[in-house]
């Protein structure tokens, strides 16, 4: 009865290893099978990708030469253009020097033929010499009217003074050329305001020589 069990163990142990070795066989196929699909798949996905990126360097290479033929183009135009421009230019300078030089030369013509035109009038006219050499002492009477007395209040008249400072210099109460000459303590008081204009140490000497 015991030997009889054995073997009934046995068998069921050995169909059991016999169906676990075909699970075994069945997964590791799956498992290959599902490889084979994964690497199919990838070669499948790398294909587009590949093809994608070779169509984007060709579309690349393709509108970078488009670039420079175009930029090429439109260079030469800008060169062809310019030269024209040059020579129209260079044209117009040629016609204006031309033109130019006509009317220096019918100037001239016209300069020297009233130059001729006018020598035997001058000859004839000595007398307006005499009235040139009595100018002197028409002039005599412009100098003694510069002999009037100066205006001491136009502080303008010493060197260094414009009209702005010397509206400024009456506001703060310097209003004669004397009071610059020689400043009393609140004169001095008073252009020590001033002491950043231009000559601040000169004024009172220039203020001496308006007499």
């Given at each position: 009865?015991?030997?009889?069990a054995k073997?009934?163990?046995?068998?069921?142990v050995?169909k059991?290893?016999k169906e676990?070795?075909?699970?075994?066989s069945?997964?590791?196929?799956?498992?290959n099978?599902a490889l084979?699909?994964?690497?199919?798949l990838q070669?499948?996905v790398?294909?587009?990708v590949r093809?994608?990126l070779?169509?984007i360097?060709e579309l690349?290479?393709?509108?970078?030469?488009?670039?420079h033929?175009?930029?090429?183009?439109?260079?030469n135009e800008f060169h062809e253009l310019q030269?024209n421009i040059?020579?129209r230019l260079?044209?117009?300078?040629?016609?204006?020097?031309a033109g130019?030089?006509?009317l220096?030369?019918?100037?001239?013509?016209e300069?020297?033929?009233a130059?001729k035109k006018a020598?035997?009038?001058?000859?004839?006219r000595t007398p307006a010499?005499k009235?040139?050499?009595?100018?002197?002492?028409a002039?005599?009477?412009?100098?003694?009217?510069?002999?009037?007395?100066?205006?001491?209040s136009?502080?303008?008249?010493?060197?260094g003074?414009g009209p702005?400072t010397?509206?400024k210099?009456k506001?703060?109460g310097?209003?004669s050329?004397?009071?610059?000459?020689?400043?009393?303590e609140?004169?001095?008081?008073?252009?020590?305001?001033f002491?950043?204009?231009?000559?601040?140490?000169q004024?009172?000497?220039?203020?001496?020589k308006?007499?």
């Open positions: 009865m015991a030997k009889k073997q009934n163990v046995d068998k069921i050995k059991v290893n676990f070795e075909k699970t075994s069945q997964i590791e196929g799956l498992v099978d084979k699909q994964f690497d199919s070669n499948q790398q294909e587009p093809k994608l070779k169509e360097d690349r290479d393709r509108e970078m030469k488009r670039f033929e175009e930029f090429e183009r439109r260079l030269s040059l020579e260079g044209v117009a300078s040629k016609e204006a020097g130019v030089k006509k220096t030369d019918e100037v001239s013509r300069a020297s033929t130059a020598a035997p009038k001058k000859t004839t010499k009235s040139a050499d009595k100018k002197p002492a002039r005599t009477a412009p100098a003694a009217r510069a002999a009037k007395p100066v205006d001491r136009d502080l303008t008249q010493v060197k003074i702005a010397a509206k210099m506001d703060a310097i209003t050329i004397d009071q610059i000459a020689n400043p009393s609140a004169d001095q008081e008073k252009l020590k305001a002491s950043n204009i231009k000559g601040y140490s004024l009172a000497a220039e203020a001496k308006i007499n």
